[in-house]
């Protein structure tokens, strides 16, 4: 089993909409949490961390669901340059040593004017 | 500004030959890695380094080598041994900081067997 895993999609969308992904994670034992965005051809790029509470940054809104090890995002007021390939990441601590990322396989999204 | 550089940006390797992919930071972090990306799929994690003159095999280290003799610096060679090299090569790099453990990315090096 995948330590992440993400519906790819593809997700189109109108300029405009909200759109939602999610991502759940298998190790309990995973202590921080991450979505990247990634552009076609380029590398990722750490787009917010993601908190027990939920943070919020501008159009995007990030939630932490530890029981169901579920990780979600939401944009709002999708624009144009939101078309990316979203990626869900999680840390494994490994105890005295920080662990390695994993990641999930992305969401793409495709916003249309 | 700091950050992390790889070299080259496109790579173009004849069957049966080694090549050397370069891998260099200023950001002081302690941690580096390489993954590889290949179209529609998610990154595979090839070595990864956490100390100087130490390193970890990923998931997929076969064909692959790699050195750590310097903080700044991770190069990964590409060996004749591995049969499908073609790909996208990421190197990333981090803080061990518990409350700011996030990878900042290399722009890749886009490998091809010709």
């Known amino acids: 089993r995948k330590e992440v895993e993400q519906d790819p999609g593809p997700f189109n969308v109108p300029e405009g909409a909200t759109v939602a992904f999610n991502c759940t994670y298998s190790?309990?034992?995973?202590?921080?949490f991450f979505w990247y965005r990634q552009d076609c051809r380029k590398e990722p790029k750490l787009l917010m961390s993601?908190?027990?509470s939920g943070n919020e940054d501008g159009r995007f809104t990030a939630q932490l669901n530890r029981a169901s090890q579920y990780i979600s995002l939401l944009i709002r007021d999708s624009k144009l340059s939101d078309s990316a390939t979203y990626l869900c990441?999680?840390?494994?601590?490994?105890?005295?040593?920080?662990?390695?990322?994993?990641f999930g396989r992305g969401t793409q999204l495709t916003v249309w004017p | 500004d700091g950050g992390i550089t790889q070299s080259p940006k496109y790579l173009f390797r004849k069957e049966g030959q080694n090549v050397t992919l370069s891998c260099e930071q200023n950001?002081?972090?302690?941690?580096m890695y390489w993954y590889r990306q290949d179209p529609g799929q998610g990154l595979r994690l090839i070595y990864y380094?956490?100390?100087?003159?130490?390193?970890q095999k990923g998931d997929i280290a076969e064909g692959y080598s790699v050195s750590r003799e310097k903080k700044e610096s991770f190069p990964l060679t590409v060996t004749s041994a591995q049969k499908n090299p073609t790909a996208f090569y990421l190197c990333?790099?981090?803080?061990?900081?518990?409350?700011?453990?996030?990878?900042?990315f290399g722009s890749g090096t886009r490998l091809t067997v010709v």
């Open positions: 990441v999680v840390n494994i601590d490994r105890g005295s040593t920080l662990g390695r990322l994993y």
């Open positions: 190790n309990s034992a995973s202590q921080s």
């Open positions: 950001l002081n972090h302690d941690a």
């Open positions: 990333a790099s981090s803080a061990l900081d518990r409350a700011n453990y996030g990878y900042t």
């Open positions: 993601v908190y027990s």
């Open positions: 380094s956490q100390i100087v003159n130490d390193f």
